[in-house]
Nanobody
Framework: QVQLVESGGGLVQAGASLRLSCAAS????????MGWFRQAPGKEREFLAT????????VYADSVKGRFTISRDNAKRTLFLQMNSLKPEDTAVYYC??????????????????WGQGTQVTVSS
């Protein structure tokens, strides 16, 4: 099965930038799409962005469009999330996920087959 390991989280001040990484291992040749989600305390897991693993097409949630950029390096089997102009409300645990399915828009947690353990991002005001 696919293993996903996130890194790059931390504590930053408002307005700063962070780049999250998600290293994939295992049968990654079967991945169709990958995505980033986040979950703040007491809230549901929130969709942020998704990318087609081969074609590179991307879709973003309105809450992060223009500030966050999802990308991937197929050769290194790594997914990235560049986060700029961070706000205190961006504080959450950030998760990457992989989907083997060709169906759906990949906006929902149920559309993903594998998840990383999460990395904490804290933005102070």
């Amino acid at each position: 099965q696919v293993q996903l390991v996130e890194s790059g989280g931390g504590l930053v001040q408002a307005g700063a930038s962070l780049r999250l990484s998600c290293a994939a291992s295992g049968p990654t040749g079967s991945i169709y799409a990958m995505g980033w989600f986040r979950q703040a305390p007491g809230k549901e897991r929130e969709f942020l962005a998704t990318i087609n693993w081969v074609g590179g097409n991307t879709v973003y949630a309105d809450s992060v469009k223009g500030r966050f950029t999802i990308s991937r390096d197929n050769a290194k089997r790594t997914l990235f999330l560049q986060m700029n102009s961070l706000k205190p409300e961006d504080t959450a645990v950030y998760y990457c996920a992989a989907s083997f399915s060709y169906h759906g828009n990949h906006y929902y947690t149920r559309e993903y087959d594998y998840w990383g353990q999460g990395t904490q991002v804290t933005v102070s005001s």
